[in-house]
Antibody
Framework: QVQLVQSGAEVKKPGASVKVSCKAS?????????????IAWVRQAPGQGLEWMGW????????NYAQRFQGRVTMTTDTSTSTASMELRSLKSDDTAVYYC????????????WGQGTLVTVSS | DIQMTQSPSTLSVSVGDRVTITCRAS??????LAWYQQKPGKAPKLLIY???GLETGVPSRFSGSGSGTEFTLTISSLQPDDFATYYC?????????FGQGTKLEIK
């Protein structure tokens, strides 16, 4: 079955950067490959709701970022390893959150498989 | 940005209850709405797509309806496994936005 496995928890100081990875597997069991779909990134601050950060089309590398993260976030894919990554720079304390990757289907608008989440803590 | 507003924020319910959660969009989104279920410490799970499409493997007690700006998620007979937080999400335009969530609590 499809699995998205994310990298482990991170603790960062304000102003630093963090890079979270998301390795996909199991696409082939449904006749698809990694580049068939995209990967979206959604975060959830402690006790709060879900916030879409953006997504990357794994086929052509095109990205769309939420305006509030523009200039601070970069999403990439490595198709040779079926891995997506999200780098967030200039971290602030309110970036403390669980960051999820999710398989993005229907032109990136729907998220049908999710990673387990990565807790990023920003603290001095 | 399209604002998604769910009501209520919290619902105290019992096993066997019929549950209805409402989601309202700040502008029309056709039927481009999804519903997710999230349990504590877990990733969200897709339940409903395109307002009323049941995701594979999701029990038939879950159903969705609506179009335009008003949508509902209904659980026909609440089961113990359904106590969770539910989120709607508009799939119409960037940035894709979620409702604030509706938490089902045990009455």
């Amino acid at each position: 079955q499809v699995q998205l496995v994310q990298s482990g928890a991170e603790v960062k100081k304000p102003g630093a950067s963090v890079k979270v990875s998301c390795k996909a597997s199991g696409y082939e069991s449904s006749g698809y490959t990694f580049i068939t779909f995209g990967i979206a990134w959604v975060r959830q601050a402690p006790g709060q709701g879900l916030e879409w950060m953006g997504w990357i089309n794994a086929y052509n590398g095109n990205t769309n970022y939420a305006q509030r993260f523009q200039g601070r976030v970069t999403m990439t894919t490595d198709t040779s390893t079926s891995t997506a990554s999200m780098e967030l720079r200039s971290l602030k304390s309110d970036d403390t959150a669980v960051y999820y990757c999710a398989r993005a289907i229907r032109s990136g608008s729907l998220f049908d498989q999710w990673g387990q989440g990565t807790l990023v803590t920003v603290s001095s | 940005d399209i604002q998604m507003t769910q009501s209520p924020s919290t619902l105290s319910v019992s096993v066997g209850d019929r549950v209805t959660i409402t989601c309202r969009a700040s502008q029309t989104i056709s039927n481009l709405l999804a519903w997710y279920q999230q349990k504590p410490g877990k990733a969200p799970k897709l339940l409903i797509y395109k307002a009323s499409g049941l995701e594979t493997g999701v029990p038939s007690r879950f159903s969705g309806s609506g179009s335009g700006t008003e949508f509902t998620l209904t659980i026909s007979s609440l089961q113990p496994d359904d106590f969770a937080t539910y989120y709607c999400q508009q799939c119409n335009s960037y940035p894709y936005t979620f409702g604030q969530g509706t938490k089902l609590e045990i009455k």
